[in-house]
């Protein structure tokens, strides 16, 4: 009940420190089912994209998120599951009890769009890292679904990795031209042009 | 202790007199929450209805612009009339903030300076091993500059920035060890600060100021410089809209004029002079102090193009819609509201 105002409150806070603007560059933002796969270098920035989607579709865009992190502690359970209601999947190795692609493919199946950070963990704020081939997977088994690139821009100085309290700056996330799997694409050609697309959107 | 007590003694300058004889005067620092400011009623309501009328015309130029325009797009009139928007917005807020009182204008002004200083950073080339002094400047030493406003101690407020934050902020940053640009980031840091909080803080302290015959009328001061500021702005705007041929610093700010700044800060001193009433001036004094006013807030765009130019943006940001940011807004009161604070100050306050 109380999980709304919650993230009313997270979404109306991270605007008020970051005055995070959208920039819809290569789509709009429309009610189609979508990965938004993301550069990843600051714990703010699944907020910072969560938080400049259109209400309607923060409804059903949900974090794939790793379940090491996020199940330590009863806050980040509380909100990852109730308030961001988050996938929550195990980083390393893939086992059968718990295999990341299949509870991506469930959450998809459900109708959700993902956010997704394809380099696996938060980078130290220069390159971007090779992408981890989860995203090749799921555009192979759930094709109908649109990947679109979303560049956060500035996040790593808010708040880089090893630090407790952000610093208010200016932040943006920029919205890409949607991709997809070409047929008969290789799995690390496709990964290549994905990383590709990010890495240039960061410098549009 | 002994700290305190000096810092104390600090501000006990002449301007402000000793603490407690000014927190026992009416009219100044109270603990009061959102003690009103004792705007004469009659005053303030005349220039809330001349800055209203101001608008209304600009707006109605805007509309008629428009129409002779003709319905295909214009770029320079969209602007204006965004720009228009911003300060009907603009001038309710500080309206609002105005009759909320003298609290309510130091929150309005420390919620600028977060701004302002938001967008500064935003710029610099900071990074990691600068996180514990910017920490400190957001979270600390910006709140704590407008405590002391808050709180009327004058001593410490002056000095809070450019003596100790400007020697703890490098020591938070060096013992990360990472020397690589290290005078360069430190002063940047020091300039976000300078300009986005000391600077910016000098507005509200002007309600802070005890001037003789002038009791309970310091909200007009504060308005007065703003006035004269912003107009300038805005006449330098049209003037150089309206007859700007020569550009005065092609390499810095292309848009502006000689013949913009010759017209803005004429008629901003100008008008300044004709509202010599609302001031402790005589009508000459309100002439010279627009008239620095005006120079100052045009040096002061200058400085802050060149700053922009280097680092290859057009406007701060984007909070303000037409405008930019709150820095291209607030630019030129930062740099003259310091000054003409200590020209008050020196000259007119008890």
């Known amino acids: 009940m109380l999980e709304p105002l919650v993230a009313t409150l997270i979404t109306a806070g991270t605007q008020l420190l970051t005055g995070v603007q959208a920039r819809w560059l290569g789509c709009g933002p429309a009610e189609v089912q979508r990965i938004y796969f993301a550069n990843h270098t600051s714990h703010v920035d699944f907020v910072l994209l969560w938080s400049v989607l259109p209400a309607r579709l923060r409804k059903t865009t949900r974090p794939v998120a790793a379940s090491d992190y996020w199940d330590r502690g009863a806050l980040r359970r509380y ?7 988050g996938v929550p999947v195990a980083r390393g190795r893939i086992e059968h009890s718990h295999n990341p692609i299949a509870t991506m493919c469930q959450a998809l199946d459900e109708g959700a769009s993902l956010i997704l950070f ?27 679904v649109e990947l679109v690139p979303a560049w956060i821009d500035n996040s790593y100085r808010v708040m880089p990795k090893g630090v407790l309290i952000p610093i208010p700056l200016l932040c943006s996330v920029a919205f890409g031209k949607p991709a997809r799997l070409e047929p008969g694409e290789r799995k690390a050609d496709f990964l290549d042009r994905l990383r590709h697309s990010l890495v240039e959107l960061g410098a549009a | 202790m002994t700290l305190s007590r000096g810092l104390t003694n600090l501000s006990q300058g002449p301007a402000f007199g000793p603490r407690g004889q000014i927190r026992q005067s009416p009219g100044f620092a109270g603990f009061a929450l959102f003690q009103p400011l004792q705007l004469p009623s009659s005053e303030g309501l005349v220039i809330f209805a001349s800055v209203t009328a101001a608008l209304l015309v600009a707006t109605l130029i805007g509309l008629l612009l428009r129409r002779r325009a003709g319905p295909q797009p214009n770029p320079v009139l969209d602007n204006l009339s965004a720009r228009i928007r911003a300060w009907w917005i603009m001038v309710l807020v500080l309206g609002a903030a105005f009759l909320g009182g003298r609290h309510a204008v130091i929150l309005l002004f420390a919620f600028v300076s977060f701004a302002s200083l938001r967008e500064f950073i935003t710029l610099t080339r900071t990074h990691r091993a600068d996180h514990a002094a910017l920490l400190i400047s957001f979270w600390v030493v910006l709140p704590m500059q407008y405590w002391l406003v808050w709180v009327d101690w004058y001593g410490f407020f002056a000095i809070l920035i450019p003596v100790y934050a400007f020697l703890v902020l490098p020591i938070a940053a060096v013992v990360f060890g990472d020397p690589r640009n290290f005078l360069a980031r430190t002063a940047e840091t020091q300039w976000g600060l300078m300009i986005s909080v000391y600077c910016i803080s000098h507005v509200p302290a002007l309600l802070t100021l005890p001037i003789p015959g002038y009791r309970g009328r310091n909200a007009l001061l504060v308005i007065f410089l703003l006035i004269v500021v912003q107009s300038s702005d805005v006449l330098q705007y049209v003037w150089g809209k309206l007859l ?4 005065i610093a092609p390499t810095l700010s292309p848009s502006k004029t000689v013949e913009g700044f010759a017209g803005g800060v004429a008629s901003a001193t100008l008008l300044g002079t004709t509202l ?8 000459w004094q ?4 627009a008239l620095t006013a005006t120079l100052m807030a045009f040096f002061g765009g200058l400085v802050m193009s060149a700053i922009k130019r280097d680092r290859g943006v057009k406007d701060w940001g984007h909070l303000i819609e037409g405008h930019g940011g709150m820095l291209d807004r607030l630019d030129s009161v930062a740099f003259s509201a310091p000054i003409f604070f200590h020209l008050t100050r020196y000259f007119f306050a008890s």
């Open chain 2, 286 to 289: 309100a002439a010279a102090m």
């Open chain 2, 244 to 247: 700007g041929r020569h550009p």
């Open chain 2, 276 to 283: 010599w009433r609302m001031t402790p001036y005589r009508p």
């Open chain 1, 118 to 144: 394809p380099e696996g963990t938060r980078g130290p704020g220069g390159e971007v890292q090779p992408f981890k081939s989860g995203v090749f997977h799921l555009a192979e088994s759930r094709p109908h």
């Open chain 1, 79 to 85: 909100l990852m599951h109730r308030v961001f209601h």
